[in-house]
């Protein structure tokens, strides 16, 4: 009878000593302990394995054509706008490379000009429209639109009802000119001393 009571009391004791301490045999069992060292060369291997590329999927002919059937078509009318907007920077492009370029009478280029013999060279270059070679002419045959409205490309006149002068307009109230003798093709203001007070108007040569 005291040897049973003396192995109670012991595996009491080992019970008590075991939940005091926090002790987990299965738990430390488990989840053995690595040095440092280790450690650190686990993470270099893994930060070493190379990244495969995430296979993505080649679109088929089909799923092409599908997406373009999705766009929706320009209208005659927008065609003819994109068209007329890539002309106007072309056109007033092509006229800022003759700066500098000698004025003669009578000349429409390529590298001497008159006032109409510019818009004519330009014209011609960029649409393949032959101007007639007088400025007066070239306002007759102009649609007249406001300064408001006028882009780049479109002409501008002074005098007499434009027979005596034309520029080539660039925006921003400016314009690309044959001048005179001595002072060739320049870019001034479409408003100057002399300009301002013989202006006689926009023309409109391009589609709207």
């Known amino acids: 009878m005291h040897a049973h009571l003396k192995k109670l009391t012991t595996a009491v004791l080992a019970t008590a000593l075991i939940t005091g301490l926090a002790i987990s045999p299965s738990a430390s069992a488990l989840a053995p302990s690595y040095p440092a060292a280790t450690q650190a060369t686990t993470a270099v291997v893994d930060a070493a394995r190379p990244l495969y590329p995430v296979d993505t999927q080649v ?3 089909a ?10 078509k320009l209208t005659p009318r927008q065609r003819l706008v994109a068209h007329v907007t890539v002309l106007r920077k072309r056109i007033a492009d ?7 370029d000698a004025y003669r009478a009578g000349n429409s280029g390529p590298n001497a000009f008159d006032c109409s013999g510019l818009t004519r060279y330009v014209f011609k270059q960029i649409t393949g429209r032959t101007l007639p070679h007088y400025s007066g002419a070239q306002y007759q045959m102009a649609k007249k639109v406001s300064r408001k409205k006028a882009q780049p490309g479109d002409l501008v006149f002074y005098l007499r009802g434009g027979a005596h002068h034309v520029g ?3 925006g921003n109230g400016k314009m690309v ?3 005179g003798s001595n ?8 408003f100057g001393p002399w300009y301002s007070r013989h202006y006689s108007g926009m023309g409109r040569i391009l589609p709207a």
């Open 59 to 61: 679109p088929t002919m």
């Open 183 to 190: 002072r060739g093709v320049k870019v001034q203001p479409i």
């Open 168 to 170: 080539l307009y660039l």
């Open 94 to 100: 092509l006229g800022r490379k003759q700066v500098g």
């Open 63 to 72: 799923r092409v054509l599908e997406h373009l059937a999705t766009i929706p």
């Open 177 to 179: 000119h044959a001048i």
